[in-house]
Nanobody, 126 residues
């Protein structure tokens, strides 16, 4: 089992930045890949960025060039979000999957991520 807890959400004006963090715990045996998703009211959950234990990174076109995913030595995933716009308003989720059987973070579909955090609200005002 992998437990995930997000932090860093909040409210920011358009053009501003926020940094989300995700702490993982519970799994000490298998390597995991991690990703960030978001879900706005009335919309489907959207995969934003994923990172594998070997450092491979994938971004959705909607955030490429504005968002940066990273992984630190303490297995925390971070999402640096710059140039935020009102359409970025959503609940942001951290997710993880076991890096086995060919599974990789480059597949940003929700079904490829087994473990999920509770989510953190990001609100961008104009």
């Amino acid at each position: 089992q992998v437990q995930l807890e997000e932090s860093g959400g909040g409210s920011v004006q358009a053009g501003g930045s926020l940094r989300l963090s995700c702490a993982s715990s519970g799994n000490t045996f298998s390597k995991v890949y991690m990703g960030w998703f978001r879900q706005a009211p009335g919309k489907e959950r959207e995969g934003l960025a994923g990172i594998d234990p070997d450092g491979s990174i994938t971004y959705a076109n909607s955030v490429k060039g504005r968002f940066t995913i990273s992984l630190d030595n303490e297995k925390r995933a971070h999402l640096q979000m710059n140039s935020l716009q009102p359409e970025d308003t959503a609940v942001y989720y951290c997710a993880a999957g076991l890096w086995i059987l060919g599974r990789r973070a480059s597949d940003l579909s929700s079904s490829n991520f087994r473990y999920w955090g509770q989510g953190t609200q990001v609100t961008v005002t104009s």
